[in-house]
Each structure stands twice: as structure tokens, then as C-alpha cells.
């Protein structure tokens, strides 16, 4: 059996139960609700401005943190951009051409040699 | 947002949500309940961008429901105030997140419920003898009256905080057993046990009030 299964001769709502519970259940005087929806709407305006109020204290705070943060970026990359092209120039510059040169050395061996077995 | 556009999405069958005492019948209320009314989608939308005034019908379209669940759940009128100031709070707060296709009314009850509850937990149910002596039975004999108020009181005091939910939102709010089952998150069945049980202690006290009379 499931929870959906249960019934109660409970559906229509009781009356007596009811009109006994209002009376109980009722705010202190008739024009309660106006100073009610009064209370609530300034519980909300207080929201409202403190939000508004939390942003503006932020605000300058932050917006000064962003722009130190802006400076220190921009440095960091103008540094990083300049070690990159220096790493670059320098590779570039100290290149060495190996094949070329043992071809050479290569080339002049047996020439070497001969003139060594002529000399002696 | 234009005053008239308030004024048009407000409009119940002629009437307009003006005060809550425009909902205090059972048939208007289970009207609301199916939410035939006001367009609470276009004032949630029209609150949600920071029209003060919608949530303000809003508000005034709900908030004698929202006490008297608060109020059956913590039982005295300062705790059911705060309650319901927190729930209005908390929903304001959760705009954003109202789903359109949902009932506003049970979405806020739930709200409403839960406020209360937490408030339950936090303060401990007070004693019975702190409910607000501004209440009024339609008694004229103040003996009888006071004795009768004892009675149900203490019944009502008597049973868990849900079940006076329970039995607050279906015989004084008009709310279904489904409807009360999914604000209190419970499965429907545990709804209409917990008002067979609640009913049956506040007959209880009515009857034993009529036998010793």
C-alpha cells in the first residue's frame, strides 16, 4: 500500500474545526494588514539599500584594486613580451651551422693526410 | 511599471486585490488557490526588475495566508510576524528563481512554512499560556469564552508543528492534500494523516467543551 492509497474521510474541509481555529489564528486588531504590508515593504527597502549601500562602499575599494591590478598585468606582460624576444634574438644570434662546417673539415682531411705523408 | 498595468494584471473577476479581507472567504480563497486572479507571473517579472510596487501587491495579495500558517506553525502573533517578514524576505530574495508554471501561492507557502518552522526549531514552541490575549471568540460570555480558548489552545499547542500546519492550510486556507504535501515536502498520504490526527484532537477538545457545558 502506498502513501497515495490512505484515505481519510478527510477531503472536505471541517467547519466546526475551521470556524473554531480562525479566531485563534487572527492578528491582534482588523487594520493589522496595512501595518503589516508596511513592515514587510521596508524589510525590503532595507534590502534593497543595503545592497546598494554594501556596492558603494565597495565601489571605490574595489575599482582601486582593479586598476593596480590592470597596472601590475600590463607590466607583467610588457616584461614577459621583452624576455620572450630577447630569448629569441639571442637563440637566433648564437646558432651554430654544424653540417657546413664538418663538411668542410671533412672535405679537407685527405688533404691533410697527404700532405703529412709527403712531408715525412 | 504604469499604474494601470498593476491595476489590469491585479484584477480578479471584476474585484481587485486591494486588502487581504477581499480573500477572507472560503470561496474566493480556493479560487486564488487555483489562481485563476491576479498575474502573479507579470508582478514577480515586473518585481524582479526592481518594481517596488509589484511586490508590494504581491504582498498584499498573499499576506493574510502567509500569517495564518506562520501563525498555526509558531503559534503567537510576534513569532508569526517575524516569520512572515523573513518568508517575504526570503522570497523576494529568490525572485529569480520562481518558476512561471508553479502556483505562486504554493511556492510562497512553502516559504512561509519553512520560515516558520525554522523558527520553531531556533525558539522552541513557547508555552500556551503566551498565545496573544487579543484574540477574540465569537462567545458572549467572556467565562465561557476564555475557557473555550484554553482548551483549543492548549489542543492546538498540543500537536507537533506540522500537523497544526497541516490542518491550518486545508480547513482554514482551503489548500489540497497535494498542495500541502509538496509546501511541507511530505508525500500526500503523510498530509492527510497529519489532519486526521490534528482534527481529531481539536474535536476532541471542541466536544469536550460541549458535554461539560
Known sequence: MTDSDLRFPDDAPDSAVAGALRPLLAPPHDDYWGTLE??????????RGAWWSALGDWARPAML?????LIAATVLLSRSNSADAAIAYSAMSEEQYPVVESTTAAANVPAATVHMLLDH | MNVDRLAEMTAIHGRTVTDERDVGDRALAQRVNAEPG???GALVRAARDGDDSAFALIVRGHQRRAYTIARAIVLNHEDAEDAVQEAFLHAYRALDRFDAAYPFGAWLGR??????????RRRRVRATEELSDAVALPFRDPAEQGELKA?????????PARQRAVLVMHDVEGFRHAEI?????MPEGTARSDLHHARAAMRRALHDMRSDG
Open chain 1, 65 to 69: 584594486a582593479a586598476a593596480v591590478a
Open chain 2, 38 to 40: 491576479p498575474d502573479y
Open chain 1, 38 to 47: 508596511r513592515a514587510i515593504m521596508a524589510r525590503i527597502a532595507e534590502e
Open chain 2, 151 to 159: 482548551r483549543l489552545t492548549q489542543a492546538l499547542a498540543g500537536l
Open chain 2, 111 to 120: 516559504i512561509v512554512a519553512n520560515a516558520a518552522l525554522d523558527l520553531v
Open chain 2, 181 to 185: 504535501g509538496e509546501m511541507l515536502g
